[in-house]
Structures are given as C-alpha cells and as structure tokens.
C-alpha cells in the first residue's frame, strides 16, 4: 500500500533525513482541499531535511543521485 502525509502525521517519530526520489515526490497534491505532498508530511512530522523531486527523475538518474549520496555520505562520516 502507498504511504501519504497522514500516515507520517500519525507516526511517534519519523527518520531525521529522508530521500525521496521518485517523480514529482516533492510537490503536493492538487486534487486536495489540504495541499500536502510527502515531502511536506516529513517536514511537520519532525524530519530536519528531505530530499525531493518536482520534476520527472528518470530510475537511472535516481539510482545515480542516491549512490552519489551514499557515497558522500561515507565519506564524511570517515572525516568526522
């Protein structure tokens, strides 16, 4: 089943950075009287930083970005 910003409302705690990489995963619904997208639902539920799409991201440029972050992500834990 799909995960929406209610569900994030609802948690005890949600992951401090979150990645979001799908097309259009930071924009908001527009069908909705309450306008609030994933990203957002992250946002107010505690996340500190989220990552997110507003345009179409192709899987292999999404399977690029993420393995770039995780690199970077590597590399400055071996720094810090």
Not at 32 to 57: C, D, K, W, Y
């Amino acid at each position: 089943s799909r995960i929406n910003s209610a569900d994030l409302l609802g948690l005890s705690a949600v992951p401090r950075q979150a990645v979001l990489l799908a097309c259009h995963s930071g924009t908001s619904a527009k069908s909705s009287a309450v306008s609030l997208g994933l990203a957002q639902g992250f946002l107010l539920a505690g996340s500190n930083e989220v990552i997110a799409s507003n345009r179409p991201l192709p899987d292999r440029t999404a399977a690029v970005v993420l393995s770039l972050m995780i690199e970077q992500m590597r590399q400055k834990k071996n720094l810090g």
